[in-house]
Each structure stands twice: as structure tokens, then as C-alpha cells.
């Protein structure tokens, strides 16, 4: 099965400072690494996704990206804001394959300061 | 649009007690997932359903977990008897499509189980 590991688990920024989250991963199969925040009382959301074939993808004040040689991908959040304080999880999977099945990562404890 | 339902939020029973959980998810939605997520940790995949039918449920602890989802809409979770480890929040999540990995998974509010 699949082994993810997120680091840091936790992590603390100043209001509008920049905030980077990796996640490894061990199947040379994954094909998809997607990025969920769950927030207190609530579910994971999607946020960003990418898949193998793209190596950055951005969205607003959000982006990730991947070296799949390597095998690891990574959250970027740029001017946070309080708004942002959540955890967030990373998910590789591969589509279609044997590991289609979402395997989250521990998560990582974002907390963002005003 | 409305968003995936469950219930109850919140849930308190005894050990070797028995409970339930509900959930709905969101309408035309043919893939249903139920996750248990302890404390601290992510979301662990429990059981997948693909419309009625069952995709995955490797690791569902069947000897005291049940779930199904009749008629391809609701879907039922049920812990018979509890044990303290199963304190958790468990999450039911939908996605639109057949759940082959690549689809975004809508996930509901949780219901949080507390077994003393």
C-alpha cells in the first residue's frame, strides 16, 4: 500500500507570510495528488489537485506542485490569512490502478496569525 | 446544492453497545465512501459503494461493522458491539462519478463517536 507522509505536522505563520507543505509518497504509480483542508466540525474540502502529466498548477493564492522522480509533492499558500488556519491533508493516489483509493497523509496544523 | 447529509453529529454510547450512523449524499452522486477518522489522523477508507453495490470494504472491520446502501441514495454505517479504539469521527463522502481515483470526493459534516 501506499506510504505518505506529510511534514511539518504543524505549522505557523504570520498573517500574510507564505506557507509550504510537502507530502512524500512511496508508489511509483500515483497519478493524482490532490490537496484537502478540513476544518473544525467539518469535512475535508478539496482545494487543489494535479495530476502526472503537469508539474505546477496554480490557483489564486494557492498552488502545488510535484517531482514525481522524487516523489513528493507540495502545498504553497502565499499571503495567508486567518481564514487559511485549518489542516491540511495530502491524498496521492493512482487513477484507475490498483491504489485508486485515497491515502491521506496525518495532516499538517496550519495556524495563521493576525 | 445542496451538500452531503449526516446524522447524528454527535454520539455517546457505552462499549458493546450497538449505534448507527446516517447519511445522504449529494443527488446523481453514484460513489459513496464512509471514513473513519481517529484523532490526529487523516481519514481512513472504510467502505466504498459504487451506486448499491460494494467497490471495496478491505478494510472494514466486519465483524462488528456493517453498512449498506440501499436503493443506490442513503447510506447506513452500523458499529455492533462498539469497542473503546472505535472512538472516532466517521465521515461519509460522494463523488459523481465511478470511483476509480481522480474525482473529487464531496465529504459531510462527520459524526463524532465517543465510546466510554
Known amino acids: 500500500g501506499e506510504n505518505v507522509e506529510q511534514h511539518p505536522s504543524t505549522l505557523s505563520v504570520q498573517e500574510g507570510d507564505s506557507a509550504v507543505i510537502k507530502c512524500t509518497y512511496s508508489?511509483?504509480?500515483?497519478?493524482?495528488f490532490p490537496w484537502y483542508k478540513q476544518e473544525l466540525g467539518k469535512g475535508p474540502q478539496l482545494i487543489i489537485d494535479?495530476?502526472?502529466?503537469?508539474g505546477e498548477k496554480k490557483d489564486q493564492r494557492i498552488a502545488v506542485t510535484l517531482n514525481k522522480t522524487a516523489k513528493h509533492f507540495s502545498l504553497h499558500i502565499t499571503e495567508t490569512q486567518p481564514e487559511d488556519s485549518a489542516v491540511y491533508f495530502c491524498?496521492?493516489?493512482?487513477?484507475?490502478?490498483?491504489?485508486?483509493?485515497?491515502?491521506f497523509g496525518k495532516g499538517t496544523l496550519l495556524t495563521v496569525n493576525p | 446544492e445542496a451538500g452531503v447529509a449526516q446524522s447524528p453529529r454527535y454520539k455517546i454510547i457505552e462499549k458493546r453497545q450497538s449505534v448507527a450512523f446516517w447519511c445522504n449524499p449529494i443527488?446523481?452522486?453514484?460513489?459513496l465512501y464512509w471514513y473513519q477518522q481517529i484523532l490526529g489522523q487523516g481519514p481512513k477508507l472504510l467502505i466504498q459503494?459504487?451506486?448499491?453495490?460494494?467497490?471495496?470494504d478491505s478494510q472494514l472491520p466486519k465483524d462488528r461493522f456493517s453498512a449498506e446502501r440501499l436503493k443506490g441514495v442513503d447510506s447506513t454505517l452500523k458499529i455492533q458491539p462498539a469497542k473503546l479504539e472505535d472512538s472516532a469521527v466517521y465521515l461519509c463522502?460522494?463523488?459523481?462519478?465511478?470511483?476509480?481515483?481522480?474525482?473529487?470526493?464531496?465529504f459531510g459534516p462527520g459524526t463524532r463517536l465517543t465510546v466510554l
Open positions: 459503494f459504487q451506486n448499491n453495490g460494494v467497490v471495496d
Open positions: 443527488s446523481g452522486h453514484a460513489t
Open positions: 508508489d511509483s504509480a500515483s497519478n493524482y
Open positions: 491524498a496521492p493516489t493512482g487513477i484507475g490502478g490498483s491504489n485508486y483509493k485515497l491515502t
Open positions: 463522502a460522494s463523488s459523481l462519478v465511478v470511483g476509480m481515483g481522480g474525482d473529487e470526493q464531496f
Open positions: 494535479i495530476r502526472s502529466n503537469v
